[in-house]
């Protein structure tokens, strides 16, 4: 294989890989942004008397969605280690990469969210 077609595959993968990540990001910012929606909402409705500025909805959301999304990833994150713990992951190769989650994994999604979050957890050929 030629430098030329070795730095084209190498590429490749590196795009593949930042559009793992990418979709890993999207979904996770996508839910911590849905959960301080409600939060917001829920103590609206229920404390009348705490501000409703702009600024105290900007404020409460931009601490709330990192606060939530920080939860989310060290969840996901634990959620990984259980799984490979618990053999409930397929690994392959030096060193090992994910290449299979079993079908009855507690918590599958954030398994699969951690993966996201780390591409480079993953094969060439992911069989997910």
Not at 42 to 62: K, W, Y
Not at 88 to 93: R, T
């Amino acid at each position: 294989m030629s430098n030329r077609a070795a730095r084209r595959k190498r590429r490749e993968a590196e795009r593949k890989q930042a559009a793992i990540r990418l979709r890993g990001e999207t979904k996770l910012m996508g839910l911590s942004i849905a959960i301080t929606s409600v939060l917001a909402f829920v103590l609206a409705n229920l404390v009348p008397d705490l501000p409703h500025g702009p600024v105290a909805f900007l404020t409460f959301g931009a601490v709330t969605t990192l606060l939530v999304a920080g939860w989310i990833r060290y969840d996901a994150d634990r959620a990984f280690r259980f799984a490979a713990e618990g053999r409930y992951l397929g690994f392959e190769g030096d060193p090992p990469r994910v290449i299979s989650i079993a079908q009855d994994c507690p918590k599958r999604w954030l398994v699969l969210l951690h993966i996201e979050l780390n591409p480079n957890l993953i094969s060439r050929t992911p069989s997910i």
